[in-house]
């Protein structure tokens, strides 16, 4: 059948043709980075594990953080299809907390891996906003930073199984003290909006040339991105020099940490109470002298269960039951009545010379549960020079599946199955009811003109929840804390055998949140941790000290004598709380409907 009988001119055809391959190059650029590939998308995505976990403690390369996300969003964002993108993007977030959390690998397994797969949901979540987001033409720069600020803050949430407010973008950061002050107004949140907000402005001027987006009016939204990524770092640069230059402290409390190093484990043999107890009364006595207001030792260290001297002192090991002439007690119980007794005369006497109350970390047995409380225990002389435990603190918030597991009144058929995966030597405790705060006289305590000092103790996870620092400082609006002291038992996060030693990441992890817990509530900070790492941070947030050997921070021993000073500022977030990061989850709570209930433009 030939051209013509359906009206087509062969050769005209033809020189249209040709006419098209002159105008028309052969075949349509390609990306320079082809993300419609898996193994693109798969090396993008996983390329931001490495540099998140790079830019954390201890690695601490802290500016790999501003660029740090930009593989993963580019790779969420690029023309592959959607299940591909957003399954890499859960697999990177996979790969970030296993690496990230491998700590807790030799405590539990079988609840390390449905954490890890949790955590990355986080990180599945955003992806999905971030690509809707995109394909509507939305700038990355404003809508990354939400999204990850929104996500953080959910994460840290008492809704979500209590909080997990591990690697915030801003502890990457911890050590860059003048930006973090903005945390005395925003929370570390603010922190994160920033570094966040640098990775979107980043990904928003590569998606051009790299993912050949449109480039309509594309230079002047990265103008706009650039200056207002560059004044709001300079903003909090200047707020933080002006912060920083502001004389508004007094001499504080002169208080000295003890620190040893006993591994704790669920499955291998720990040191003896009475080890524990006598170690750190050997450390604490060259401290005779030193002219303290306090000595501290960290979580679990006082060794003993309920050591109270009014309790142990009464009790005495010939006693005899005049009911029947026997003996009261067992020749078992009379042993350990001796042996209480005698670790209380040796810590009385230590008192004495020390001249000074003790604060130390042990359990009690709550006398309405029986359960054991985790707690602090203040310990001084009364007027006849007779030991005491004159005030005790019980943690609050416990850890979740671990100290704890939940459901026990509500669901008991959920709590039962739960507490099959936490181990079964690993105590449930009970959690306390009140918040309490330590009275520590100041130097000169004969002039009556002087206050004592006030002192909260957040006990071991209590201290990196910003929500539950900032109750213990504030109490109806009025500044009532002049120091934190945070007592911590990180031997967890240590593997110990008999010839090899490994102290995980998680004791450097731990105390780089403490510069933000300082700043937010304007109060020094002082960290007594078994195995390290115990520090002096001062209410900038700035480290001023460790207990280190030859270098060395981690599973050494040593003490630690902090001259702290008291800040009389009293922070907006310590008033308004987490008013920045509600904010911000409100405005992406807003924007995920909106994407959600409209249909993105076709690429």
């Known amino acids: 059948m030939s051209g013509r009988r359906h009206g087509l001119n062969p050769a005209k055809l033809k020189a249209d043709i040709a006419a098209m391959e002159r105008e028309v190059p052969s075949e349509s650029p390609r990306p320079r980075v082809d993300v419609r590939r898996g193994r693109v998308v798969a090396l993008l995505a996983l390329l931001t594990a490495v540099l998140l976990l790079a830019s954390f403690a201890p690695f601490n390369q802290w500016y790999l953080a501003y660029v740090a996300l930009v593989p993963w969003v580019l790779a969420v964002v690029g023309p592959q299809r959607q299940r591909t993108a957003l399954l890499w993007a859960y697999l990177a977030g996979v790969a970030f907390w296993a690496a990230g959390l491998y700590w807790l690998t030799w405590i539990t397994l079988i609840g390390f891996v449905p954490l890890v797969l949790y955590l990355a949901l986080y990180w599945l979540a955003a992806a999905w906003v971030l690509r809707r987001a995109f394909q509507r033409g939305w700038p990355m720069w404003i809508v990354l930073p939400v999204v990850w600020v929104a996500l953080e803050y959910l994460r840290a949430s008492q809704l979500a199984l209590s909080g997990f407010p591990w690697f915030s973008l801003a502890h990457s950061q911890y050590a860059n003290t003048r930006l973090i002050q903005i945390a005395d107004v925003t929370g570390q949140y603010g922190v994160s909006f920033l570094v966040a907000m640098v990775n979107g402005a980043v990904a928003d001027a590569l ?8 480039a309509g009016g594309r230079r002047r939204r990265l103008l706009v991105a650039g200056a207002v990524c560059l004044a709001s770092a300079g903003g909090l640069w200047l707020y933080g020099a002006a912060r920083l230059a502001q004389k508004t402290t007094r001499p504080g409390p002169k208080v000295a940490l003890v620190q040893l190093a006993f591994p704790i484990s669920l499955f291998h043999e720990n040191a003896p109470p009475e080890e524990v107890f006598g170690k750190h009364l050997d450390n604490s006595r060259p401290l005779v002298g030193a002219g303290c ?71 009690t047995v709550d006398a309405v549960s029986g359960l054991t409380t985790n707690s602090a225990l203040l310990f001084d002389r009364d007027r006849s020079g007779r030991i005491r435990l004159s005030r005790k603190y019980h943690k609050r918030h416990l850890v979740p599946f671990s100290e704890s597991v939940p459901f026990g009144q509500s669901w008991p058929w959920l709590h039962g199955l739960l507490r099959r995966v936490v181990p079964e030597s690993m105590p449930q405790l009970q959690p306390g009811r009140r918040a309490v705060r330590f009275e520590i006289p100041p130097p000169g ?102 207990v280190e050997h030859a270098g060395r921070r981690r599973m050494v021993g040593g003490n630690l004598v902090a001259q702290t000073l008291v800040d009389e500022r009293v922070s907006l977030y310590s008033l308004a709380g987490d008013l920045f990061a509600q904010a911000v989850s409100v405005l992406a709570g807003a924007a995920a409907i909106v994407l959600w209930c409209r249909r993105p433009r076709k690429q």
């Open 445 to 546: 305590r004969d002039e009556p003109r002087k206050k004592p000092f006030q002192i909260a103790v957040p006990i071991c996870y209590e201290g990196v929840f910003a929500r539950v620092c900032r109750a213990m400082v504030v109490e109806k609006g009025r500044k009532q804390v002049d120091v934190l002291v945070n007592l911590s038992n990180d031997g967890w996060f240590v593997w110990a055998t008999s010839r090899w030693t490994h102290a995980g990441t998680e004791l450097d992890q731990h105390l780089a949140q403490y510069a933000f817990r300082a700043v937010e509530s304007r109060v020094p900070v002082l960290r007594a941790v078994n195995t390290g790492i115990s520090a002096h941070v001062d209410s900038n947030g700035r480290l001023v000290a460790t």
């Open 207 to 214: 998606a051009g040339p790299l993912l050949k987006v449109g």
């Open 293 to 363: 207001d306090l000595v501290v030792w960290p979580e679990s260290m006082l060794g003993y269960l309920d050591l109270d001297p009014s309790v142990w002192f009464a009790r005495r090991p010939d006693e005899i039951d005049p009911a029947t002439g026997q003996p009261t007690w067992t020749s078992e119980q009379r042993e350990i009545i001796r042996e209480y007794r005698a670790s209380l005369r040796a810590l009385q006497a230590l008192l004495g010379d020390l001249g000074c109350p003790l604060l130390a970390g042990g359990g």
